[in-house]
C-alpha cells in the first residue's frame, strides 16, 4: 500500500483515533505480577461460576486482561498505531474503534497481513495487540491466522554454509 500523507480532517481524525487507542491501552497497564493477576482473575471467574450454581471444575480459566510490562505496552502502542494508520487510510468513513471492529476492519487489516505474505509470528504479534485493545480473544480478531513452526526459523540455527564461508575469510584460511 502507497505511503500517503493525511490532511485536514483525515489526519484530525486519525489523531483522535490513536488517542482514543493509547487511553485503552494505558487502562489495562497494571504493572507488576502476571501470575499474581491471572490467580486472581480466576478466583474471581470460579466465584462468580459457583455463584451461578455451576460445577467449578468445568469453568475455561483464562490469562491476565491486563498488561503488566511496559515493553508489552509499548509494542502493542506501536502495532496498534499501524493498525489506525491503515485504517485511516482504507477506511475513511471510520471514526470510532469500536464501530471498526464491529464491521470487520481488524480481520481485514489482518487478512490483509497475510495476503502480503507476513511472516506468521509478525501476523500473530498484530492480533495480539488488536485483541488486547478490543478486548478480546484472538479467534474473535481472525479465526485462521498462520501457524508459526519452529522448523521454519532459521536464526541461530546450526553453522551455515555462508557463515563457514565469512569465518574462512576472517581467519585468512582461504
Known sequence: ?????????????????????????????????????????????????????????????????????????????????MFINWLARTHPDVHNLKYAFKVGCAHEYIQYHIDNGYAPSTIKTYAAALAKLYRVTLSDIHESTPQRRAKDHTNSRGYTLKRYDKDLKKYGLW
Open 1 to 81: 500500500m502507497k505511503k500517503v500523507e493525511l490532511t485536514g480532517e483525515a489526519a484530525v481524525r486519525e489523531l483522535k483515533l490513536m488517542r482514543s487507542a493509547k487511553r485503552m491501552l494505558r487502562n489495562l497497564f497494571k504493572p507488576g505480577s502476571k501470575r499474581a493477576a491471572r490467580t486472581a482473575h480466576n478466583k474471581e471467574l470460579r466465584k462468580a461460576a459457583i455463584e451461578r450454581g455451576e460445577d467449578p471444575a468445568t469453568i475455561k480459566f483464562h490469562a491476565s486482561p491486563n498488561i503488566h510490562w511496559y515493553v508489552t505496552l509499548t509494542a502493542y502502542e506501536h502495532n496498534v498505531g
